[in-house]
């Protein structure tokens, strides 16, 4: 059955626990699966530049046994060039599964309406779900559990947290944001996430004081404050958010042996300070590694599932 992942949401709670045990075995067992994809193609349409979403699917289809093809915006111009419904039905006759690194959230659900194969969402504006599952595995993974824990995010509503707080409410655990008023998460997805995590016995709050939020976390989280695209309002954005940076002194507030989180890139000295970067409580490299192993457990998912 054909099944694509623009959201976490799109999968239950059960199959997104598959899909973490998947990408446990695939970090443990690191030839698991190697010629699940022999044969197979993964194209990456990419109209915004990534590193880690880039590289980490391109190395875990080559160790499946694919092929990649890589389509930046100069070669494909999605949505100018020609209609993305054209672009969807073209290449899915090409290749066995889609990754789309878009824009606007509305093209990457365009392209999977249209596409006869797998479509992964690597980004878009609204949600970034490969992230979410490399940040649920990275928590796991240290804390040798979910439920009951608790994540405070601080600094801007964005695309990576919307998707993380998605996680949190689906895996009962606590979740506290730290922002300026006028850069909160999205209203819809916080109202749909307070839903839910109340459903699964967990929490959702918002402060606009980061040391109030900080009170009580396992894990404190950052990201940029001036994201892809957001270039001309550097400056706006620095003086909202200069508060708001994860430093020593916010650390503080947290729990004792609190653990530090970032998707990366970093921006050091702005969102986060290069000594809390640094420090053993940081779980940033192992967040980027885990981003190769649930994207494998991705492929492996849907292609597998694409078959049947």
Request: proline share 4%.
């Amino acid at each position: 059955m054909l099944r694509h992942f623009l959201t976490l949401t799109d999968f239950s709670e059960t199959e997104l626990r598959g899909l973490l045990a998947c990408a446990k075995r695939c970090k443990r067992e690191r030839g698991y699966g190697r010629r699940t994809l022999t044969g197979k193609t993964v194209a990456l349409v990419f109209q915004k530049p990534s590193m880690r979403t880039r590289v980490a699917f391109e190395v875990a289809v080559l160790q499946l046994g694919g092929a990649v093809v890589y389509l930046g915006q100069e070669d494909i111009q999605l949505g100018q060039r020609e209609p993305i419904k054209d672009v969807a039905r073209v290449l899915s006759r090409y290749v066995d599964g889609i990754v789309v690194r878009t824009f606007a959230h509305r093209d990457a659900e365009e392209f999977a309406r249209h596409a006869s194969c797998p479509v992964i969402n690597g980004l878009s504006d609204l949600v970034h779900p490969c992230q979410a599952l490399a940040d649920l595995f990275t928590m796991e993974e240290c804390f040798h559990r979910l439920k009951g824990l608790t994540l405070c995010y601080v600094g801007d509503g964005n695309n990576v947290l919307h998707s993380l707080l998605e996680g949190c409410a689906m895996f009962g655990v606590h979740a506290a944001v730290a922002s300026p008023p006028g850069y909160r998460p999205d209203g819809s997805i916080w109202k749909s996430v307070g839903r839910r995590a109340k459903a699964h016995g967990a929490s959702i709050r918002w402060d606009e004081d980061p040391k109030n939020a900080a009170r009580g976390a396992d894990v404190l989280y950052t990201d940029v404050w001036v994201s892809m695209g957001q270039e001309r309002e550097r400056a706006k954005r620095l003086r909202a958010f200069r508060p708001y940076q994860l430093s020593r002194v916010l650390l503080q507030h947290a729990k004792p042996g609190c653990r530090i989180m970032h998707c990366l890139p970093a921006h050091r000295g702005e969102e986060i300070t290069d000594e809390v970067m640094e420090s053993p409580q940081s779980l940033i490299l192992a967040q980027a590694e885990n981003r190769l192993h649930v994207q494998k457990a991705l492929l492996l998912m849907l292609l597998a599932r694409a078959n049947r």
